[in-house]
């Protein structure tokens, strides 16, 4: 069976299968599904787990896609498995061959597989993308998006927009570009790409395949000085996620290359941003830009999640949209206009900003803890600051859940700081183009990662729970009052969607970095993770990275469902 369209615009409202990045375009990760609730959760028990195998283990992020009975799941370095989604047996895998050279920042990961037609697609660590028959996964299609060696890559799950497949590149730490592109899914080929550093010319591309210019982003580089927005970052990493009814793509954009901003005057637009692009045209409808002239690593990336709400003040209904910044706020946005409706801390220390002016849209920075200017030293190294949330972030790839019952927003954060400072640094093609040091730093001996139930609405935390090493797997939340979480302790677990208490856990066997998914597989509720230690922690966590150095390594699925007595 293929996947249409409607599949897609309604998969968040069609529980039998997971056909889109965030259960649906709009990434609210919620399920109906309730079979798996409160008072049964308790019976959940293994249903099946499949081995990625081979020697390639690291950090597994990947959300499967479930469609007609089978299960599609990306892996570390660049493979996919297909898996009968009712038994667990393997189908068939790809493995892609990467060449030496390969440049991903943050592990060797992937988050996941869009799908569409008779195809599965995803993107490559050497910048590709390839399309694979879903039945027998013979390549049908593969695009080179850039050029790896100067340090382009894809670490992000691709979506399907009014037909349109989506793509953002990774590549922020070595001066890359970053844009968005949409092509015909069926062949690869371009149709639009808008780039997200401002001064840069977006494209069309007809039927003839003929480029045609579609407009510059924003103005002629206003917000950079001298050229260095020709090597400006804000790379989507992240991804996108499409909201029909606005039919707007909300791509989140990474940091500002390079890090010391002293070399950048300016707002650097559009780093560090939520940027609306319209769907069908390539153009940018809106941006808000969550932390601008950012020195700190603070990638906008973080997914802007489409979600409605009553005003308390005049009873209407509001169309909006959340993000759980990087930077340690949490943004709520009108998502047709992207006015800022409500911003307010998810973490308990943020020192760069005091607070997030409503009235302006713009922070209220703390001049103070701004790393220092090398050039106002001695030329070399300027003054170091400590500084929170680390540049890890108060989020990061980990992904939010909003559970329209509740009214919640499910947001694994973490709580930890940096010693940071500038240093000189020039642009070369394939070279890290970071000029700064750091050293990330727990705050506390008992916990760095929260789980955080935060009210959108009123902006207060509902419930929280701690937990010991740093929460990198992404939220599920659904209809049977439930939220699904896993650790990098290798547990998966199931909290009460309103009180956080935990009903149930499961060991995995190693650590657990990508987002829970649900869905009804022949009358029953399934759950299923990717499990498998890894990502950004382990390489540049600094301090953290040595308290969690004992976790080991992994790469499967595992699915669950309830025990028949
Ligand atoms: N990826 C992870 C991860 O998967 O654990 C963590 C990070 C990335 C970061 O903290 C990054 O800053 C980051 N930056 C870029 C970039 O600027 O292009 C890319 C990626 C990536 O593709 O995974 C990460």
């Not at 890290?432 to 935390?461: C, N, Q, W």
């Not at 979480?485 to 990508?514: C, H, M, N, R």
């Amino acid at each position: 069976k293929d996947v249409t369209d409607a599949d897609i615009l309604n998969d968040a409202k069609t529980p039998g299968d997971v056909v889109s990045f965030g259960l649906g375009t709009q990434g609210q990760r919620f399920s109906q599904l309730a079979a798996v609730n409160t008072g049964t959760v308790k019976n959940l028990v293994p249903a099946w787990s499949m081995s990625f195998g081979g020697e390639k283990q690291r950090g597994q992020e990947s959300q499967p896609v479930i469609h007609d009975g089978k299960m599609f799941v990306t892996a570390s370095y660049s493979r996919l498995f297909a898996i009968d989604a009712k038994t667990g047996k393997k189908l068939w895998k790809y493995e892609h061959r990467l060449p030496d050279g390969i440049m991903p920042c943050c592990d060797v990961i992937n988050r996941g597989a869009a799908l569409y037609g008779n195809l599965v697609i995803f993107g490559t660590l050497d910048a590709q993308l390839v399309a694979l028959n879903k039945d027998t996964g013979k390549v049908v299609w593969k695009e080179k998006v850039d050029d790896y060696a100067a340090g382009y890559s894809i670490t992000a799950a691709p979506i399907i927009a009014k037909g349109k497949l989506i793509t953002g590149v990774s590549g922020g730490e070595f001066g890359i570009v970053g844009r968005i592109d949409a092509r015909d899914p069926l062949t690869g080929k371009l149709v639009w790409t808008r780039p997200t550093v401002e001064g840069h010319m977006g494209y069309v591309v007809d039927k003839d395949g003929n480029k045609k210019e579609n407009g510059i982003s924003g103005t002629a580089n206003a917000t950079w000085s001298g050229d260095l927005w020709k090597t400006g970052g804000a790379a989507t990493w992240n991804g996108a996620t499409y909201d029909p009814e606005t039919n707007l793509i909300f791509a989140g954009t990474g940091n500002p290359a390079p890090w010391n901003s002293h070399l950048r005057p300016g707002d650097n637009l559009f780093s560090s941003s939520t940027v609306a692009i319209d769907a069908d045209t390539g153009k940018i409808v809106w941006h808000y830009q969550n932390t601008p002239h950012d020195g700190w690593d603070f990638d906008g990336v973080n997914e802007f999640v489409s979600f409605d709400f009553k005003d308390p003040k005049t009873g209407k209904v509001v169309k909006a949209g959340g993000k759980a910044d990087r930077n340690g706020f949490f943004f709520v946005n009108d998502r047709t206009n992207g006015k800022l409706l409500n911003a307010f801390p998810f973490v308990n220390k943020i020192t760069w900003a005091k607070s997030i002016d409503l009235k302006t849209g713009r922070p209220v920075y703390d001049d103070e803890n701004r790393p220092g200017d090398p050039t106002a030293g001695d030329g070399k190294k300027g003054k170091t600051v400590f500084s929170a949330p680390s540049f890890l972030g108060g989020k990061n790839q980990q992904q939010i859940a909003y559970n329209p019952q509740t009214g919640l927003f499910y947001v694994p954060a973490n709580e930890w700081g940096m010693d940071i400072w500038n240093e000189p640094v020039a642009y070369k093609k394939g070279a890290a183009y970071l000029g700064a040091g750091f050293t990330i730093k727990p705050l506390h001996e008992d916990y760095i990662g929260v789980m955080r139930a935060v009210d959108p609405v009123s902006g207060k935390v509902v419930w929280e729970n701690k937990n010991y090493a740093p929460l990198w797997g992404g939220a599920l939340t659904t209809a049977g009052g439930l939220t699904f979480y896993g650790t990098p302790e290798g547990y998966l677990k199931a909290v009460d969607a309103k009180t956080g208490k935990e009903l149930w856990s499961f060991q995995t066997g190693t650590g657990i970095v990508a987002p829970p998914v649900t869905w009804e597989q022949d009358g029953e509720q399934m759950i299923a993770v990717t499990t498998g230690w890894g990502g950004a922690v382990p390489l540049w966590g600094g301090d953290v990275a040595k308290r969690v150095n004992y976790l080991e390594q992994g790469g499967s699925v595992w699915v669950f469902k309830l025990h028949k007595s």
